[in-house]
């Protein structure tokens, strides 16, 4: 059953209407006491709809007090939080304090009824608990490894996949955020449209509306011909959205926009257009803290981060590198090899230990690739790793990691090796460390490095 509460009595008739028609049981309250004797007295309660003022207060304060007493009551049932447009900073209050979503006023019926019918699937299908032995999880062929820490994201993926849940995948540089995006389309029920891909690192703002919605001819100087959107390319299907922390603030208003509403416009045309597509997006940065210095909008934050997926870095999950050896290379590997590369720190995860392994080789002469073979190849990047796991002196340009370096000091030491190593270059250091210039700038300002 679905709990409405609002104090406007059109509302309530309105959505009571509406979600009728699509055959859900309904109840409606108009004020906070109501809500709270429904939701102890009622077990069928499966959703909670609720405005956020009763009263002739606009500052939304009852309704934030309403959402505390709903999850004291019932934490397990989610609440759809309406509110207006210029609401929304009240809205995202909400979310932090654990609402489910929310809608805005006037609404769109179809964004409406996604909005609860997600609510429903997330309710039902969300893992308990990640405790799972990986039996009931199979593994798509390009995901490697067979680790807890692996099998818990696949568990996820396994449950949200087949919702339309915006999914927010988090890790450092080089784990698989791009293979886990494919994976979450793979096992969705879009699986038959297209899957689009974009870094949006790559684009400059001035050309994120161009690329992202499309634009008919003579829409601009340079618009010669009609041009399909990412979204449009997407219709149907998923769009993946990496590096989501390279945003500029104008475009992250213009992207929240499409989320909030699932329309667009293209760029010269008028008409609004509908955006059937899950969206999937990505990043190595720590949106959180991103929120917190205001270079990231909040209310973005929560809208496309329902479900996190966060990816273990490949030295918390070490007893997936045979498995991802053996699929780097046909030689054979010693198990003494196998060993050493257990050691190493890879600032880069499976980038860089498969750079490494196809690097070696392509190098070795050994019909079996050794210990000897891996620290030959290593000798001919920027940081040469020694068996025993301290770090040779570079001969090309005198950087070194010392014995028990932290992650922060290994990446800080790349960084200078590979700006040496191109003069300055930023983007050809960013291409090499597989990053875009956007983080790059972001790293060296953190390392105080010019």
């Given at each position: 059953?679905?709990?409405?509460?609002?104090?406007?009595?059109?509302?309530?008739?309105?959505?009571?209407?509406?979600?009728?028609?699509?055959e859900?049981?309904?109840?409606?309250?108009?004020?906070?006491?109501?809500?709270?004797?429904?939701?102890?007295?009622?077990?069928?309660v499966?959703?909670?709809m609720?405005?956020?003022?009763y009263?002739r207060?606009?500052?939304?304060?009852?309704?934030?007090?309403?959402l505390?007493?709903?999850?004291?009551?019932?934490?397990?049932?989610?609440?759809?939080?309406?509110?207006?447009?210029?609401?929304?900073?009240?809205?995202?209050?909400?979310?932090?304090?654990?609402?489910?979503?929310?809608?805005?006023?006037?609404?769109?019926?179809?964004?409406?009824?996604?909005?609860?019918?997600?609510a429903?699937?997330?309710?039902?299908?969300?893992?308990?608990s990640?405790?799972n032995?990986?039996?009931?999880?199979?593994?798509?062929?390009?995901?490697?490894?067979?680790?807890?820490?692996?099998?818990?994201?696949?568990?996820?993926?396994?449950?949200?996949?087949?919702?339309?849940?915006p999914?927010?995948?988090?890790?450092e540089?080089?784990?698989?955020?791009?293979?886990?995006?494919?994976?979450?389309?793979?096992?969705?029920?879009?699986?038959?449209?297209?899957?689009?891909?974009?870094?949006l690192?790559?684009?400059?703002s001035?050309?994120?509306?161009?690329?992202?919605?499309?634009?008919?001819?003579?829409?601009?100087?340079?618009?010669?011909?009609?041009?399909?959107?990412?979204?449009?390319?997407?219709?149907?299907?998923?769009?993946?959205?990496?590096?989501?922390?390279?945003?500029?603030?104008?475009?992250?208003?213009?992207?929240?926009?499409?989320?909030?509403?699932?329309?667009?416009?293209?760029?010269g045309?008028?008409?609004?257009?509908?955006?059937?597509?899950?969206?999937?997006?990505?990043?190595?940065?720590?949106?959180?803290?991103?929120?917190?210095?205001?270079?990231?909008?909040?209310?973005?934050?929560?809208?496309?981060?329902?479900?996190?997926?966060?990816?273990?870095?490949?030295?918390?999950?070490?007893?997936d590198?045979?498995?991802?050896?053996?699929?780097?290379?046909?030689?054979?590997v010693?198990?003494?090899?196998?060993?050493?590369?257990?050691?190493?720190?890879?600032?880069?995860?499976?980038?860089?230990l498969?750079?490494?392994?196809?690097?070696t080789?392509?190098?070795?002469?050994?019909?079996?690739?050794?210990t000897?073979?891996?620290i030959?190849?290593?000798?001919?990047?920027?940081?040469a790793?020694?068996?025993?796991?301290?770090?040779?002196?570079?001969?090309?340009?005198?950087?070194?990691?010392?014995?028990?370096?932290?992650?922060?000091?290994?990446?800080?030491?790349?960084?200078?090796?590979?700006?040496?190593?191109?003069?300055?270059?930023?983007?050809?250091?960013?291409?090499?460390?597989?990053?875009?210039?956007?983080?790059?700038?972001?790293?060296?300002?953190?390392?105080?490095?010019?």
């Amino acid at each position: 059953m679905i709990l409405i509460a609002d104090d406007d009595i059109a509302i309530t008739r309105a959505l009571k209407i509406i979600l009728e028609r699509n055959e859900y049981e309904v109840m409606t309250v108009d004020n906070p006491k109501s809500v709270i004797d429904v939701v102890r007295g009622h077990d069928s309660v499966d959703l909670v709809m609720m405005d956020m003022n009763y009263s002739r207060a606009t500052d939304g304060e009852e309704g934030l007090t309403l959402l505390r007493q709903v999850k004291v009551f019932r934490p397990d049932v989610p609440v759809i939080l309406m509110t207006a447009w210029g609401n929304i900073d009240l809205a995202v209050r909400g979310m932090r304090m654990g609402a489910f979503d929310f809608i805005t006023k006037p609404w769109d019926n179809i964004v409406l009824m996604e909005r609860v019918r997600l609510a429903f699937e997330m309710s039902q299908k969300m893992p308990q608990s990640s405790e799972n032995n990986g039996e009931d999880n199979v593994l798509p062929p390009y995901i490697i490894g067979k680790s807890q820490a692996l099998i818990d994201v696949l568990s996820t993926i396994k449950h949200v996949a087949p919702t339309n849940a915006p999914v927010l995948i988090t890790g450092e540089s080089g784990t698989g955020k791009e293979l886990i995006a494919q994976a979450l389309h793979d096992n969705s029920k879009r699986h038959g449209k297209p899957f689009v891909k974009v870094n949006l690192g790559g684009i400059s703002s001035t050309l994120f509306e161009s690329e992202m919605f499309g634009h008919v001819k003579g829409a601009f100087t340079d618009a010669k011909a009609d041009r399909k959107g990412r979204f449009e390319m997407a219709e149907g299907g998923t769009i993946f959205l990496d590096e989501i922390g390279e945003l500029d603030m104008a475009s992250q208003v213009k992207l929240l926009r499409v989320l909030q509403d699932q329309t667009y416009e293209v760029l010269g045309d008028s008409q609004t257009r509908r955006a059937d597509v899950r969206v999937v997006c990505a990043t190595n940065a720590n949106l959180q803290e991103m929120v917190r210095q205001h270079t990231f909008r909040e209310d973005l934050f929560y809208r496309i981060n329902l479900v996190h997926v966060k990816l273990p870095a490949l030295r918390e999950r070490t007893e997936d590198i045979p498995l991802l050896v053996k699929h780097f290379t046909d030689k054979p590997v010693m198990a003494s090899a196998i060993s050493h590369l257990k050691t190493l720190p890879y600032p880069g995860n499976i980038r860089e230990l498969k750079n490494l392994v196809e690097r070696t080789t392509i190098m070795s002469h050994n019909e079996t690739l050794t210990t000897d073979d891996f620290i030959a190849a290593s000798a001919q990047t920027n940081v040469a790793t020694t068996a025993n796991g301290t770090t040779k002196q570079n001969p090309v340009n005198g950087f070194s990691i010392p014995s028990g370096a932290t992650l922060e000091e290994i990446e800080r030491v790349t960084i200078e090796a590979v700006m040496a190593k191109h003069h300055g270059n930023l983007s050809l250091v960013a291409k090499e460390l597989g990053i875009s210039r956007g983080a790059l700038y972001r790293k060296l300002e953190k390392h105080g490095l010019s």
